[in-house]
């Protein structure tokens, strides 16, 4: 008679399987992003064989043409990387079976799709929450977190710390330490306590993950609006000629356009999936530290910003934040491995870690009114 699964393996089990969606999708934006790059090639091809065209809108070709590559050399780092930490971490089990992008020999298809998720090229634009070695930092940290998840806490603890830091705060990396036994706890009654907060944070995750999944398919089709148009745009020119001078004004104008309507296209390569961006950011703890009203040690940054992730939006007492606190500190093996002491877990990281998010709950409903 087979055991009967508990309310958080219930809730690990949607979350996984919530992730795996995301996961797909992520793929598929990749082969859609793929096919956008390429059209948009062709269009840039067609325009560089044009004479006489105005400084000012040359140069602002120029800078598409420039964010285009950039995303490609993104996407072509993360494949990189990717698999120098595969090759790495080779007979560590550092990642489960079947967890989709996480595990598979990551291909340029999912890897365009992961750089256009986090919004990796160095656009210099505002809308663009992350650029550069950061970004990429963030995109590895997603398929490591969905290699965790699915792979039941194969990961080493110190590479989890790292996958907790990342979008959607990794929670379901939580989960799956809690589920491995990497978090000792003793005593039914907190081990009870322990695995209801992370069933909630699952829950959570899973909402946050059927979220992105509407946000990565809105993404996808405008991808697939855009490179139709950018395609009907390339056969245009063609008839146009190639000497500026030598156009009409109407030909002129809509050349104009096209040049603007590439600038529009690229932004869905380079703009990130909001719904998978951090729920905090190293942004957010430089502006708590600001007001002077907590200390924080470089070294316990990320653990701070990891456990804000891990903790957002849910509802905990006094005695609940002392209880996650033991369920870390306890575990020898897990400080050693993300380089913290028992000390670092003092009574007070968990306060920090408190107010952080409450300056943050601040901050979005103050932003939101």
């Not at 859609?32 to 560089?48: A, K, N, P």
Request: overall charge neutral.
């Amino acid at each position: 008679m087979s055991k009967k699964e508990t309310k958080l393996e219930k809730a690990r089990k949607l979350a996984e399987e919530a992730l795996d969606r995301t996961n797909e999708r992520i793929e598929e934006l990749g082969d859609h992003s793929g096919h956008l790059y390429e059209s948009l090639g062709v269009m840039q091809d067609r325009f560089d064989l044009i004479r006489n065209v105005p400084e000012e809108k040359r140069m602002e070709f120029e800078r598409a043409k420039k964010i285009r590559l950039e995303w490609k050399q993104q996407a072509e780092k993360i494949e990189s990387d990717y698999a120098t930490a595969q090759a790495k971490n080779a007979g560590k089990g550092a990642a489960g079976a079947g967890a989709g992008v996480a595990v598979a020999a990551l291909g340029p298809t999912a890897a365009m799709g992961v750089a256009t998720t986090f919004g990796v090229a160095s656009t210099g634009t505002a809308i663009s929450a992350l650029s550069g070695a950061a970004a990429t930092n963030a995109a590895l940290a997603w398929l490591g977190g969905g290699a965790l998840a699915a792979g039941g806490g194969g990961m080493a603890a110190g590479e989890a710390l790292l996958a907790l830091s990342g979008p959607v705060g990794w929670a379901i990396a939580g989960v799956a330490l809690l589920g491995s036994g990497a978090l000792l706890i003793k005593g039914k009654k907190d081990k009870s306590r322990l695995e209801d907060i992370f069933t909630l944070i699952s829950k959570r995750d899973t909402k946050s993950y059927e979220l992105a999944i509407v946000e990565l398919n809105e993404r996808i089709r405008r991808i697939d609006d855009e490179a139709f148009r950018i395609d009907d745009a390339a056969e245009r020119i063609v008839s146009f000629g190639l000497d500026y001078g030598s156009m009409s004004e109407g030909q002129q104008y809509e050349l104009g356009s096209y040049v603007n309507l590439m600038n529009a296209s690229i932004q869905l390569l380079v703009n990130p999936i909001l719904g998978l961006q951090p729920k905090y950011s190293e942004s957010d703890l430089d502006e708590l530290i600001s007001h002077g009203t907590v200390e924080v040690e470089q070294k316990t940054r990320p653990l701070i910003i990891s456990l804000c992730n891990l903790l957002f939006k849910i509802d905990l007492s006094d005695a609940d934040r002392k209880l996650i606190r033991k369920a870390f500190k306890g575990n020898k093996e897990f400080l050693e491995q993300v380089g913290l002491k028992k000390r670092d877990f003092s009574g007070s990281i968990m306060d920090v870690v408190n107010q952080a998010l409450l300056r943050k709950y601040w901050t979005l409903e103050n932003a939101n009114s």
